[in-house]
């Protein structure tokens, strides 16, 4: 079955844009969460949605938003770009979103959307 | 408040040796670790996990050690491939929030 499916892949903004990206999940899958990936800093969590609710939010300034429609698909939007917002943003689902007897749960991630801010 | 750490940002071995990557962690409400490898331009897959409950996971040429009283965890992988050269990534769940490590550079030379 498909894989989880983020657009677009590359683009380049200017400070005080905005952008908007998106991620289709693995069919069945309820739950996405979102991840920066910055050089050193590993992945940072920005929120996860389930069954169209935010469930999970991390340390980002308002800036920083998404939501998650009925068919789970999910954008985030970052408003007011800064240099710093550059960085590879990371989509993934699962099942479910929390572990179960059978074991832990497991992120399925998209190839990311490499943002680069000018 | 890095709760998972990862304090080597590279290692290089030999193909055929073993690779042994190390995670330490600060939060004790942990219940699962995992791990995670990444090549360029692609996203992160799966590769192991284990309960907090367990002190060892094996899964083909991979292996995963945790040691609760020292909160720390390994990954070990035999023989290392150069296929296996990737960025490793450790992570831990609390509830349904995956906390990530900074990650470590692989890199097997053939």
């Known amino acids: 079955k498909a894989g989880v499916t983020q657009t677009p892949r590359y683009l380049i903004k200017t400070r005080g844009q905005q952008v908007t990206l998106s991620c289709s999940p693995i069919?069945?899958?309820?739950?996405v969460s979102w991840y920066q990936q910055t050089p050193g800093q590993g992945l940072q969590f920005l929120f996860e949605?389930?069954?169209?609710?935010?469930?999970n939010k991390g340390n980002f300034p308002g800036r920083f938003s998404g939501r998650q429609f009925s068919n789970s698909r999910s954008e985030m939007n970052v408003s007011t770009l800064e240099l710093g917002d550059s960085a590879l943003y990371l989509c993934?689902?699962?099942?479910?979103?929390?572990?179960?007897?059978?074991?832990?749960?497991?992120?399925?991630f998209g190839a990311g959307s490499r943002l680069t801010v000018l | 408040d890095q709760q998972v750490k990862q304090n080597s940002p590279s290692l290089s071995v030999q193909e055929g040796r073993i690779s042994i990557l190390n995670c330490d962690y600060t939060?004790?409400?942990?219940?699962?670790f995992l791990w995670y490898k990444k090549y360029p331009a692609e996203g992160p897959t799966f590769l192991i996990s284990i309960s907090s409950i367990k002190d060892k996971n094996e899964d083909g040429r991979f292996t995963v050690f945790l040691n609760k009283s020292a909160k720390h965890l390994s990954l070990h992988i035999v023989p290392s491939q150069p296929g296996d050269s990737a960025v490793y990534f450790c992570?831990?769940?609390?509830?349904?929030?995956?906390?990530f490590g900074e990650g470590t550079q692989l890199t097997v030379n053939p």
């Open positions: 069919s069945g899958h309820r739950s």
């Open positions: 993934a689902s699962s099942l479910r979103t929390l572990p179960s007897r059978s074991g832990a749960n497991v992120l399925t």
């Open positions: 939060n004790s409400m942990f219940d699962y």
């Open positions: 992570a831990a769940t609390s509830g349904s929030r995956l906390t």
């Open positions: 949605y389930f069954s169209e609710t935010q469930r």
